[in-house]
């Protein structure tokens, strides 16, 4: 057992470096900037017609707590820019459009799963661009932000919800600091488990993206403890980029957070390939196989311009392509 998972760890770490995934995160870092605020601006729209007054800062204050302050700030300043004047008109055509730009992010992490899963994409275009990427910013975007957001509830939740609630009593107040974490651990891991399950184009059962999962969601955490400090104590971007330092900062964070989700991946594609003999079974067959001819293979001339058998120039010919055979092999 022991042998097995120094083996996949091995085997992680060179598909780690083989399929640069350091570059891929870079990447990830830059689609998922440019998702932001259209994936935002959709959920402020969505929930302002639910009867939850300040749901939607709520959220936004949950997230402060793992993006870096001034990142935070940067997008406080961007959304009340763009949503405060527009409440209520984003109901419209231009819908569509906010839902292409949010849904890049997560089509850009398809291929990414799929380089890290080692497997070709043969799944329609317009699934892989816009059902699964909609699909994965709905649930699993909606898992991920409860769990943020059971993160940092408070203790005091506990108390309010069992004196507004017969549902729970005094046992769930007690136990609610304990709680709010497991639910957030339970809540995140899935959203990530259900990443790994739709997005790469490998048949597999739904449990076996767990270990994955689990180790890339601890991972993202401990990192966005780990860059708390460092942006909080030693990294002053706003002495070295002016203006720019927030953003920066916000770029740092999802660079280290999607290479932390990526290396969970890599896990989850070694343990696949080690349960199924290193053969990974697509989730659509790809198309037949075109077998094209070398470049070197010299194009047979029609009937008409070949030259008769028996003549001089003609076994002269023959001779030179035995000669150019000969070499080529």
Do not use: C
């Not at 799944?123 to 909609?134: A, D, L």
């Amino acid at each position: 057992m022991l042998q097995k998972i120094k083996t996949v760890i091995t085997r992680a770490v060179k598909d780690i470096l083989n399929n640069h995934t350091m570059a891929i995160s870079a990447g990830l870092s830059y689609y998922f900037v440019m998702s932001l605020f259209p994936l935002l601006i959709l959920l402020s729209t969505v929930l302002a017609v639910l009867p939850f007054p300040n749901l939607f800062n709520n959220i936004i204050g949950g997230l402060g707590r793992i993006i870096p302050p001034d990142s935070m700030g940067l997008v406080r300043g961007v959304l009340k820019d763009i949503i405060s004047p527009n409440v209520g008109k984003f109901f419209t055509v231009g819908l569509l459009g906010t839902i292409w730009s949010a849904t890049g992010g997560f089509s850009a992490l398809i291929e990414a799963l799929n380089v890290a899963y080692d497997v070709p994409e043969t799944r329609p275009y317009w699934e892989t661009r816009f059902v699964i990427p909609f699909l994965m910013m709905v649930v699993t975007g909606g898992l991920m932000t409860l769990g943020v957001l059971a993160m940092f509830l408070g203790p005091e939740f506990g108390d309010w919800l069992n004196r507004h609630s017969d549902a729970v009593g005094p046992l769930f107040a007690q136990t609610w600091p304990t709680l709010k974490w497991v639910l957030s651990v339970v809540f995140l891991v899935l959203g990530v488990e259900l990443i790994f399950f739709w997005g790469p184009n490998v048949k597999q059962r739904f449990k076996a993206s767990l270990p994955g999962a689990f180790l890339g969601v601890g991972f993202w955490i401990g990192t966005s403890y780990l860059l708390g400090l460092y942006f909080q104590h030693f990294a002053h971007f706003n002495k070295t980029y002016g203006t720019l330092g927030a953003a920066i900062a916000l770029m740092v964070w999802l660079y280290w957070s999607w290479f932390m989700i990526l290396v969970g991946a890599e896990i989850n594609s070694e343990l696949l390939k080690a349960s199924s003999g290193g053969r990974l079974k697509l989730k659509q067959p790809p198309p037949g196989v075109i077998r094209t001819r070398p470049a070197w293979v010299e194009e047979q001339l029609p009937p008409e311009l070949q030259l008769p058998r028996g003549t001089a120039a003609q076994e002269k010919l023959d001779q030179q392509k035995k000669q150019d055979g000969e070499k080529a092999a």
